[in-house]
């Protein structure tokens, strides 16, 4: 469901511009792949950043 709302964002973007949107679908479909993966690194991060932490302590 989230790909489908990347690419409809996407593409409204790129009609904008007076192109088809196919190329803002595509980017909006990648966009929200990386937004997704960036979440998951980040919240790893904070929990590793946690844990050094209490094993410093």
């Not at 989230?2 to 909006?28: C, E, H, P, Y």
């Not at 919240?43 to 094993?55: D, E, K, N, S």
């Amino acid at each position: 469901m989230r790909n489908l709302i990347g690419t409809a964002f996407g593409a409204a973007i790129d009609r904008r511009d007076g192109d088809s949107g196919v190329k803002g679908a595509i980017i909006g479909y990648v966009a929200s792949g990386a937004l997704k993966t960036a979440a998951k690194l980040g919240l790893l991060a904070a929990i590793a950043a946690g844990a050094y932490r209490l094993v410093r302590k």
